[in-house]
């Protein structure tokens, strides 16, 4: 049962275009999201996030929107350069059991910024 | 500061051995999470760590087993190591709020 899917494995954008990354959730429990960034070889890097009760947050050249009633969420990068080249995980943190959150991911798109 | 930290970078072992992971957190954190991720997909939910006490569980056989020490670093150990093993081993660590940060990870190879 995948509770949060990215049906996009991989996207394509020409350097200083936009970049848009999708993802869509089933789970009303998720009460945040998260953005990660991994390069080969890497640990997953934090990029940005969005509390359940916001609809938008930015940071620079990163905008994360969510939309709870269609249960959807996207990032868009602004202008896209190279070396944002890499795979993208969105994330959903769900309250557990004692008191913890578990972070359930995305397959992640592989986002490719041609020059 | 110094980010998440984990050893060793790989390793190979044998079907039916056992394995011990390293974790070191951010300075700071003290709260330790650990995932798979195998090929092709997201990084799965094993347990955390809160305090030294185990504080959730993903679905994972109790062959997976950790322990958080006092400075709050923490160690996975897998039992009895089935083909299937074979993944990408993540280790996250954060604080008062929700942001996990996480380490490089640990390539593990079961032959």
């Known amino acids: 049962d995948q509770q949060v899917k990215q049906n996009s494995p991989s996207l394509s954008v020409q350097e200083g275009r936009i970049s848009i990354l999708n993802c869509d959730y089933t789970?009303?429990?998720?009460?945040?999201f998260l953005w990660y960034k991994k390069y080969p070889a890497e640990g997953p890097t934090f990029l940005i996030s969005i509390s359940s009760i916001k609809d938008k947050n930015e940071d620079g050249r990163f905008t994360v929107f969510l939309n709870k009633s269609a249960k959807h969420l996207s990032l868009h990068i602004v202008p896209s350069q190279p070396g944002d080249s890499a795979v993208y995980f969105c994330a959903a943190s769900l309250p557990f059991q004692g008191g913890s959150e578990k972070l359930v991911f995305g397959k992640g798109t592989k986002l490719t910024v041609n020059p | 500061e110094t980010g998440v930290t984990q050893s060793p970078t790989h390793l190979i072992k044998t079907r039916g051995q056992q394995v011990t992971l390293r974790c070191s957190s951010q300075s700071g954190h003290n709260t330790v999470s650990w995932y798979q991720q195998a090929l092709g997909q997201g990084p799965q939910f094993i347990f955390q760590?809160?305090?030294?006490?185990?504080?959730g569980r993903g679905n994972f056989p109790p062959r997976f087993s950790g322990l958080q020490f006092p400075n709050y670093s923490s160690e996975l150990n897998v039992n009895a190591l089935e083909l299937d093993d074979s993944a990408l081993y993540l280790c996250?660590?954060?604080?008062?709020?929700?942001?996990?940060?996480f380490g490089p990870g640990t390539r593990l190879t079961v032959l």
């Open positions: 789970n009303s429990m998720f009460d945040y």
């Open positions: 996250a660590s954060s604080g008062a709020v929700d942001t996990q940060y």
């Open positions: 760590y809160y305090r030294e006490e185990e504080n």
